[in-house]
């Protein structure tokens, strides 16, 4: 079965600290594909990345960077320099290959940085 | 290119009453899927359509059922609605390449109250 597990549920920063948020996933299948999406407070989900389980190299996108590890199921997100418009909730989500674009969600974490 | 719209953005019904929710996917895009976002359950999916044939289903009752035309927008329909069906209605569309788990884009969501 699939499970995605995002154990911080919030953390709170300084504008301009660094913040890494942690994303735990199962699954059986070989191939399947991991994402990370932003929720502000509007509500949509805006996304950041798709990753699929065969490219391990990490990936930098200006102040964000990801860190996937299959060695240990984990598919971490990282804020460098953390700014006030960062404010929101992520969450890491996985999609097994197999005809569907079902996503499984984390619980997400809730993301504060303070001016 | 526009993004993935929902109409309406809110909405409050009666228990007992019944709601559909309509989605306009991004242009191009095959794949139709729904997610029920709540603060304790989190995202869950609902089901997904291609091509106007229901391609995946959650667990959710039969009282959540839906459609997709065949100009790729969709519509969902909650029958005997239930204090527990208030929630956020997310809506995403993606290119659904065969055999792959393609990016899904988030509209903004249909904000459902059940009084």
């Known amino acids: 079965a699939q499970k995605v597990t995002q154990a911080q549920t919030e953390i709170s920063v300084v504008e301009k600290e660094d913040v890494t948020l942690d994303c735990v996933y199962e699954t059986r299948d070989t191939t399947y594909y991991l994402f990370w999406y932003k929720q502000p407070p509007s509500g949509e989900l805006v996304f950041l990345i798709r990753r699929n389980s065969f490219d391990e190299q990490n990936e930098i996108s200006g102040r964000y960077s990801w860190n996937f590890q299959k060695s240990t199921s984990s598919f971490n997100f990282t804020i460098t320099a953390s700014q006030v418009v960062d404010s929101a909730v992520y969450f890491c989500?996985?999609?097994?290959?197999?005809?569907?674009?079902?996503?499984?969600f984390g619980k997400g974490t809730k993301l504060t940085v303070n001016p | 290119k526009a993004g993935v719209t929902q109409t309406p953005r809110y909405l409050i019904k009666t228990r007992g009453q019944q709601v559909t929710l309509s989605c306009s996917p991004i242009s191009g895009h095959r794949s139709v899927s729904w997610y029920q976002q709540t603060p304790g359950q989190g995202l869950q999916f609902l089901f997904e359509y291609f091509s106007e044939t229901q391609r995946n289903k959650g667990n959710f009752p039969g009282r959540f059922s839906g459609r997709q035309f065949s100009n790729s927008r969709s519509e969902m329909n909650v029958s005997t609605l239930e204090l527990g069906d208030s929630a956020l209605y997310l809506c995403?569309?993606?290119?659904?390449?065969?055999?792959?788990?393609?990016?899904?884009?988030f509209g903004p969501g249909t904000r459902l109250t059940v009084l």
């Open positions: 995403a569309s993606s290119l659904a390449l065969a055999g792959a788990s393609d990016t899904q884009y």
């Open positions: 989500a996985l999609s097994e290959q197999g005809g569907s674009e079902k996503l499984v």
